[in-house]
C-alpha cells in the first residue's frame, strides 16, 4: 500500500512555515515562506505540484484557528475566499452518442445532454 502524504501549512506573525510528512511520519519537506501568499491560487498549485511530484495524492491541513494563526490579513483572507468558494459547474462523465455521418450537426449532442437532463 502507497503511504498516503499530508502537508501542514501554518501561517505565522512573519513568515508561514510548511511541512510535508509521509504517513510513516518522515519528512519529506520542510519550508520556511513569505507570511502570505501573492496569488489566491498559491496554496492550490503548491498542493498540486507536490503530488504531481510524488505521484499520489496529497491531504492538506492549514492551520487557521487557535492562539498562533495569523491568517487575518489581506492576503489570507482572499486565498480563503478562493479556496472555500465552489465552483460554478460541476463535471460529469457520461456516454457518448455515436456521431451523425456530417460532423457540422449537433443533434447526438442535445440527445446527450436531453437524457442527462431528464435524469435531473
Request: glycine content about 6%; charged content about 20%.
Amino acid at each position: 500500500m502507497r503511504q498516503q502524504l499530508w502537508l501542514a501549512i501554518t501561517p505565522g506573525a512573519l513568515r508561514t512555515r510548511i511541512v510535508m510528512m509521509n504517513s510513516a511520519g518522515k519528512n519529506l519537506l520542510v519550508a520556511s515562506l513569505p507570511h502570505g501568499p501573492r496569488q489566491v491560487q498559491a496554496i492550490e498549485r503548491l498542493s498540486e505540484a507536490l503530488a504531481l511530484w510524488c505521484g499520489r495524492p496529497l491531504h492538506v491541513v492549514l492551520a487557521v484557528v487557535g492562539p498562533g494563526a495569523f491568517c487575518a490579513t489581506r492576503r489570507w483572507l482572499a486565498t480563503f475566499e478562493h479556496l472555500t468558494r465552489r465552483a460554478p459547474y460541476e463535471i460529469e462523465f457520461v456516454e457518448a452518442l455515436p456521431p451523425p455521418e456530417d460532423e457540422n450537426r449537433f443533434g447526438d449532442v442535445r440527445q446527450m445532454l436531453r437524457a442527462r437532463m431528464a435524469r435531473g
